[in-house]
């Protein structure tokens, strides 16, 4: 298909997407909550999505369509998700921290959104490094399907919070301030990169939370999650750590490899920034 060349219809295209992946997993869910387990009917929506937002990227043979879906499907599923299952004050709480951290991101998104001529660098490596075979596996299982299971793992601990209907602890607000401090330390981190870029083209960011870290914005979305699960800590300390542990894993095996590999070739001065600063915070 054609890729639109006007930045205002890429973003009204991208929109359109959303909308119909988020009707697709709302339809998936009703037709399948009967015959399964909420968390079970919530996850095939889950994955229901990505594949009609996958789709959507092979059509316009651009990966980065999948970008926002990071930060847009946790709060809608979870707000769909309350509405069917009621809300405790614990519920709420998490509900304002989710929704303030993904408002946060997806507006970064949307500002740095170039249009659906561009896509990410990451995603291109993969396209030019690859036959084309083996891209379009990657692209589907590594590139769209494993983000989008890495963080319903994650959300599985605010997934029990509103089906359980837990009783607000100082765990509760404990994790929520996390999850709101890692929304601001992306937030200034971002900010503080951006400005630095457009008046230091090609140089290293030290300045501001870059001077104590190599990735703080990586930092802020990894206690994102952990705050995620300590507002559910207080009520059961079991396996759903494991959503938190996945999004580590997931940021320090493969995003900041790749983002650190970058920056070594195409930034003089960056192995000496590696030796001196620390890898997040």
Known sequence: MKIPESRSISFLIITIVYLLATAAGILTYCLAADSMAPIWALLLADVIATILTW???MLYRNVSVYDPYWSVLPPVL??????LTGISLAGVVMLIAVWVWAIRLTANWAVTFKGLQHEDWRYSKYRNE????????????GLN????????L????????????PEATVFTWIGALMSL????????SDTTAHKFRREHPGQICKVGLW???RHPNYFGEILMWWGIWVQWAGHSLDWTIAGAIAITALFLGISIPLMESRQMKNKPGYAEYRKETRILI
Not at 78 to 83: E, I, Q, R, T
Request: aromatic share 16%.
């Open 154 to 165: 994650a959300m599985v601990p605010a997934i029990l919070i509103l089906e359980q209907h």
């Open 78 to 83: 979870l707000s769909l998700y309350a509405l």
């Open 55 to 57: 789709a959507f990227g």
């Open 211 to 213: 001077k104590h870290g």
């Open 181 to 188: 401090g890692a929304a601001l330390i992306q937030h200034l």
């Open 130 to 141: 690859q036959p084309a075979f083996f891209f379009q596996i990657i692209n589907f299982f």
């Open 145 to 152: 399907m494993m983000p989008t299971l890495v963080v319903f």
